[in-house]
């Protein structure tokens, strides 16, 4: 075990940072299993890893894994239902036989887009993927592998540095045709969306259809754990049931699948939402610190 952690700086108000910390501690988990003693923690620097493999090995497997992810169109529609295959029906996977889709909503059986569906609603997820990929250079080509930096890419717009909303702004990257000079992370961008279809378990982070809620543990875990310490316990089942038949609203109070790791917690939800539903341009900006219970 290496007697000093490894540390990312990552802010656990950016979503895209969450998720490719999660990504990030399963390629770690990968690499040092069965390890039993590998921890990984949030601190006010960002989440740290105390693990056998070098931080250059890390990421040098994160950047072989991220680069074998691929797109497989059509998975999801169902022909004796009538449900047509949409852009975002398929499946994302990777290396060692990874698969999932956070873009489909699990809720309705994936006739509907999730909330992590930001983009074009025409546009296939390979598109952004492949983008990105192509963007992405290795560690010994860049001085800082996780956070290097472009312009103009597509964006899964879980990053709250990313595509802006003109509201935001003061005005629209299309209306001064600025938008190649955007700023993009494809580092950051492919383990996020890692993240969210391998690694998080996202389906199980939704407070409601239009946002989500994650956790920010602060203790030493396992880092096989560490996508159990970021989820919230959902309300029961049948306060949800009642507060719906109802129409009223039933309060609980938040804490992690986890116990006792001494958490913060915090609301993501797409700007589009913010600004009416079916607004035509999302993306999540910085998620916000909840300091009471949830009222639902």
């Not at 956070?102 to 983008?131: C, E, I, M, N, W």
């Not at 879980?158 to 935001?168: E, L, Q």
């Amino acid at each position: 075990m290496n007697p000093d952690p490894i540390t990312f700086a990552l802010d656990e108000r950016n979503l895209a940072h969450v998720l490719a910390a999660l990504a990030l501690a399963g390629i770690a988990d990968s690499l040092d299993s069965p390890n039993l003693n590998s921890r990984c923690w949030w601190a006010e620097d960002g989440i740290n890893f105390q693990i056998t493999q070098t931080k250059e090995k890390l990421l040098s497997e994160a950047h072989e894994f991220v680069k074998s992810i691929a797109w497989i169109d059509g998975i999801g529609s169902d022909e004796k239902r009538a449900i047509k295959a949409s852009p975002h029906h398929g499946l994302f996977t990777a290396k060692n036989g990874h698969c999932g889709n956070p873009l489909l909503s699990y809720h309705d059986q994936g006739t509907t887009s999730s909330v992590f569906k930001t983009f074009s609603g025409q546009q296939s997820p390979a598109t952004p993927l492949t983008r990105q990929q192509s963007s992405l250079k290795a560690p010994m080509d860049t001085a800082d592998w996780l956070l290097q930096s472009g312009k103009g890419v597509t964006s899964w717009k879980f990053d709250c540095r990313v595509a802006s909303h003109a509201y935001d702004l003061g005005f629209s990257s299309n209306e001064d045709q600025s938008r190649e000079l955007d700023p993009f992370y494809p580092a950051i961008e492919l383990l996020s969306i890692a993240g969210a279809a391998f690694f998080a378990g996202p389906q199980a982070w939704l407070l409601h259809a239009e946002s989500l809620g994650y956790c920010i543990w602060q203790k030493p875990i396992p880092v096989h754990l560490a996508s159990l310490a970021a989820t919230i316990v959902p309300p029961p089942p049948n306060k949800r049931d009642q507060a719906n038949s109802k129409k009223q609203t039933t309060r609980y109070e938040l804490k992690s699948l986890l116990d006792g790791i001494d958490c913060r917690y915090y609301r993501a939800t797409p700007r589009g939402s913010s600004y009416g539903k079916g607004a035509s341009y999302n993306h999540f900006p910085e998620a916000t610190l909840i300091t009471q219970p949830i009222t639902k």
